[in-house]
């Protein structure tokens, strides 16, 4: 048990991402993304629909970006932390995963700003 919670210390520490870390230019999440797109085996569905759509950039399904990034501990850190500073989770979002889902088909994916989403998190 001490050894897995050390891990899990370990793991935290050495994550770019911090708790109330909310990247807000998103290099952190393009570089979650790049990363995958280029380690991605040919095979991998998800990476193949992002690049016949055009690349992270050209891709309007944000489903499948903020899937890819919440699957990192990084990306969820971030999403988890633009979410709680935006007073989120309220009954109507409260994952970060769809925290990102609908900011992102409402403001631009990439870049954060605070307050955008206050009328989906304010009950």
């Not at 793991?11 to 993304?33: F, M, Y």
């Not at 016949?52 to 050209?58: L, R, S, V, Y």
């Not at 399904?61 to 990034?69: F, P, Q, R």
């Not at 500073?85 to 109507?92: R, V």
């Amino acid at each position: 048990m001490r050894m897995v919670v050390l891990i899990v210390i370990l793991v935290l520490l050495s994550c770019p991402a911090r708790a109330g870390e909310t990247d807000p230019n998103g290099g952190q999440l393009r570089s979650i993304v790049e990363n995958y797109l280029k380690s991605a085996s040919p095979s991998d569905e998800t990476a193949k629909k992002v690049k016949e759509m055009g690349g992270m950039d050209a891709t309007n399904d944000y489903l499948l970006l903020c899937s890819i990034e919440i699957a990192t501990g990084v990306g969820f850190l971030i999403w988890d932390s633009r979410m709680r500073a935006d007073s989120c989770p309220s009954k109507m979002i409260s994952t970060p995963g769809y925290y990102c889902e609908i900011y992102s088909r409402n403001h631009d994916h990439w870049n954060w700003q605070q307050g955008l989403m206050d009328n989906y998190c304010k009950e």
